[in-house]
């Protein structure tokens, strides 16, 4: 895992919202079509419209996130779920607790 890239997935004020929203999705996104978003997360369409940003400015946000291991993917037919990557932020603790 990249520092400097997890802290360049960091240094976006959208992008630590989306971390934030994905801590709770059931709290801060509306019912789905795939509601289960302990196991397959938060369709790519309702991040886009929380965020009010164009689908295309969310999803590089996304791929970024997920490069630095701070979130993952799962498709279901044609669309794309996120959720947190629990292991990437227990990392992210990890060093920053003992490397900073």
């Known amino acids: 895992m ?3 890239e997890i802290f360049k997935a960091l240094s976006n004020k959208t992008r630590l919202q989306i971390l934030n929203w994905l801590k709770e999705p ?4 509306p019912e789905q079509l795939n509601p289960d ?7 790519v369409g309702q991040i886009q419209m929380k965020a009010g940003l ?5 999803s ?3 791929s970024i996130l997920q490069r630095a291991n701070l979130v ?4 279901v ?10 292991e990437g932020i227990k990392m992210l603790n990890q060093i920053i607790s003992t490397e900073l």
């Open 72 to 75: 993952c993917a799962t498709r």
């Open 2 to 4: 990249d520092q400097v």
């Open 60 to 62: 590089e946000y996304l």
């Open 54 to 58: 164009s689908q295309s400015t969310i």
């Open 26 to 29: 059931a709290t801060n996104f």
């Open 77 to 86: 037919g044609q669309w794309t779920y996120y959720k947190r990557s629990e």
């Open 37 to 43: 978003f302990e196991n397959v997360g938060v369709c």
